[in-house]
């Protein structure tokens, strides 16, 4: 059984302050993805990785970067927190396969910038 | 890049009836549809999804269809129950990566 976590369910933070949400998944899989999901638009990339020390932008990268030190975990950063980046942010993996297959979701973390 | 548009954004159906949530993209290379369920306060989770090389599949009460000539695909939930109550995203693959892109959700309620 697939298993990915993210190491909160709940964060507030003030503006300014830097934050650090971290995503382990325990399958091995290769491809890590974080998304932001915000009411009326769904489900938005902002970076994934396919393997370690490897990142790519997805569509709303600004204002965030990543860090994938280790197979199983990918971090994602604010480096200075913004009140538009309250929202909930998810972390998925999947298998490094020849087409695309199923990405599996961590809880995700509500993030509360003030 | 590849979009999604997904309509509607909310549908209200009585138990029992048929609920139908339709998709379209805009890059033909995309070959991998999957459909996913929110329940309210959980996680994504894939309920069904289908491939270009097949133009419909089913599994019990759900299937989806796809018309790779119009390109667009529908989620088909037949037999509602208050528990298909959720919010529902359609997604397509994007040529050459492993990544998904998604439609805007649909808010499913089934009314006793």
């Known amino acids: 059984d697939v298993k990915v976590t993210q190491s909160s369910r709940y964060l507030v933070k003030r503006t300014g302050e830097k934050v650090f949400l971290e995503c382990v998944q325990d399958?091995?899989?290769?491809?890590m993805f974080w998304y932001r999901q915000d009411p009326g638009l769904g489900l938005r990339l902002i970076y994934f990785s396919y393997d370690v020390k490897m990142k790519e932008k997805g569509d709303i990268p600004e204002g965030y970067s990543v860090s994938r030190e280790k197979k199983e975990r990918f971090s994602l950063i604010l480096e200075s927190a913004s009140t538009n980046q309250t929202s909930m942010y998810l972390c998925?993996?999947?298998?490094?396969?020849?087409?695309?297959?199923?990405?599996?979701f961590g809880p995700g973390t509500r993030l509360t910038v003030t | 890049g590849e979009n999604v548009e997904q309509h509607p954004s909310t549908l209200s159906v009585q138990e029992g009836d048929s609920a139908v949530i339709k998709c379209t993209y805009s890059?033909?290379?995309?070959?991998?549809f999957p459909w996913y369920k929110q329940e309210l306060g959980k996680r994504p989770q894939l309920i069904i999804d289908i491939r270009s090389n097949v133009g419909e599949k089913k599994d019990q009460r759900i299937a989806v269809t796809l018309n790779k000539t119009a390109k667009h695909f529908s989620l088909h939930i037949t037999e509602t129950q208050p528990e298909d109550s959720a919010v529902y995203f359609c997604?397509?693959?994007?040529?050459?990566?492993?990544?998904?892109?998604f439609g805007t959700g649909t808010r499913l309620l089934v009314s006793p």
């Open positions: 890059d033909s290379a995309s070959n991998y």
């Open positions: 997604a397509a693959s994007v040529q050459g990566f492993q990544k998904l892109v």
């Open positions: 998925a993996s999947s298998p490094r396969t020849v087409s695309p297959s199923e990405q599996y």
């Open positions: 399958m091995d899989h290769e491809n």
